[in-house]
């Protein structure tokens, strides 16, 4: 019986944390999304990887934006972009955006 409780309290925890991840990288992606129409010319889509990673307290999401070229996003804890890496093709930043980042709306959790 003991291990039966166990077992399913084990479970209950370790399906809330995977809803608690999901939740934390929709947020990621809604921020880096917005980051992207703020701060760079012709932004019609971004599409994001199924797979970021989480180096030492963040995330690192990939994607690409209008369908080609393709970009590495590390986003904070409080879900404002920190570093972002563009592949070849990539939109141009705005012109009012090239010496500090353009407000993009991000959410501190």
């Given amino acids: 019986m003991k291990r039966l409780v ?15 991840d999901q939740e934390q990288i929709d947020k ?7 980051y992207l129409i703020a701060n760079f010319q012709n932004v019609e889509s971004v599409e994001f990887n199924n797979s970021p990673s989480a180096p030492m307290g963040g995330l ?13 996003i590390g986003v904070h804890d409080d879900y404002t972009v920190g570093s972002i ?24 959790e």
């Avoid at 084990?10 to 995977?18: A, N």
């Avoid at 690192?60 to 590495?72: H, P, Q, Y």
């Fill in 6 to 20: 166990f077992i399913l309290s084990f479970t209950i925890l370790i399906g809330c944390g995977v809803n608690q």
């Fill in 28 to 34: 990621a992606e809604a921020s880096v999304e917005r």
């Fill in 60 to 72: 690192v999401l990939e994607g690409t934006v209008n369908g080609e070229a393709t970009f590495n």
């Fill in 85 to 108: 890496g563009m592949g070849e093709g990539f939109p141009e930043r705005k012109e009012e955006c090239r010496e500090h980042s353009c407000d993009y709306g991000q959410q501190e």
